[in-house]
């Protein structure tokens, strides 16, 4: 059964909108003369609004989410069906798409073997870290529990999440934090804290070890890291800096924690971004893409290595994981997962994300010849950021109110496209594009073409 709109008083909806919901990392103060944005449908690519505009969405959802694209009946079919046989029981008991998800997943991840299921990815990442301090506790007296986070990455939402975040702008007021969360400088060339260097990817890698020894390598649990830096810019990492990462992390001791709540499920044109880079991860994080928004999902999924190391001791009743999210064991999730994984396979979208993704970085480089403004193109697969200067030689950024027009521009000729957002005093000045992996070469075309006036707009 389809959902029917048709007799829907959509000005009471909007203004039931405008009256009592407090929208997610927005100034409201517009919206007292102003009505707020109200999303009611979507198809494949497009989506529309509550005045019935149609979008092209090169976001996926604002928040690269909507990997496999709007309206994919299959998904909702599965979840109904789940629902009605067994919608819920706490995940210390398993589910039947929850085992059959795992399984699927784990195929996609040499190495990898056990999945922990909870809702988003800032849980999935708090979920890591309390696996790393309680194996500090159980092992060594909880010395070796600091985790090294990087300027400019972010990790979520809640405190614990925020407090491994490099970015001023989504910290600044909300601490103060969780002690034993130490950050490391960033890994982006185009603004070297080296200079003009030929080896910059080690020299940047290097700096964990730098912390490392700085902290005591005894105290030091794991460093956690996004493959591609996402919302800090969409940082692609240079030459070298993986492989020195993965030489120190073991040298110390160190686990390595991949965040791929952006990367994760054929984003970049791989399963997961750590597989450009040949890494061995102890934990992988990952959340929007597993489902693609249509269930609350997310994953800490670790080594059998690891696993192992929580059941050492079964006599002792606090060596175990005892944690437990509420929702973690709704079956909607890994219903919605597994249909999704599925059709990702079935319709080669990560192909299809390296393919296209390609295509778009070679007409994004193109546009750069035109605009003086495009500072640097960087991104893998379907996953591209452009940063914008005001003056090539001197890498000066554009004032974000520049992104914000870009941006603007984009919408009102029926592109959605994204942009560094409140993360850093000077440096909100990176346009996104990640659109979903099912999208041709037409769309792309559009998209480029959209971001040409706006960029020839700002250009005035
Ligand atoms: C890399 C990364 N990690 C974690 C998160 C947090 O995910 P969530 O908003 O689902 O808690 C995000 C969200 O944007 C993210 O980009």
Redesign the pocket.
Known sequence: MTLDYSNLDMDAVVENDQTHVWHHITQHKNFESAKPPVMVSGKGMRISDANGKEYLDAVSGG?WTVNVGYGRERIADAVRDQLVKMCYFANSAGNVPGAMFAAKLIEKMPGMSRVYFSN????A?EKAYKMVRQLAAIENNGVKHKIIYRERD????TIG?LSSTGQSQRKDQYGPFAPGFVEMPHCLEYRSQYGDVDNYGELAARELEKVILREGPETVGAVVL?PIT??GGVITPPEGYWETIQQICKQYNVLLHI?E??CGLGRTGKWFGYQHYGIKPDFVTM??GVASGYAAI?CTVTTEEIFDRFKANPDDPMSYFRDISTFGGCASGPAAALENIRIIEEENLVENSAVMGEYLLEKLQNLQQKHPMIGQVRGKGLFVGLELVTDRATKEPVHESVAVQIAADCQKDGVLIGRTNRSFDEFNNTLCLSPALICTRDDLDEVVDALDRALMNAAG
């Open positions: 928040v988003s990815g800032s849980e990442n972010y990790h979520g939402t999440a996004e996402a919302g965040d709540v952006v959340a929007k997310s």
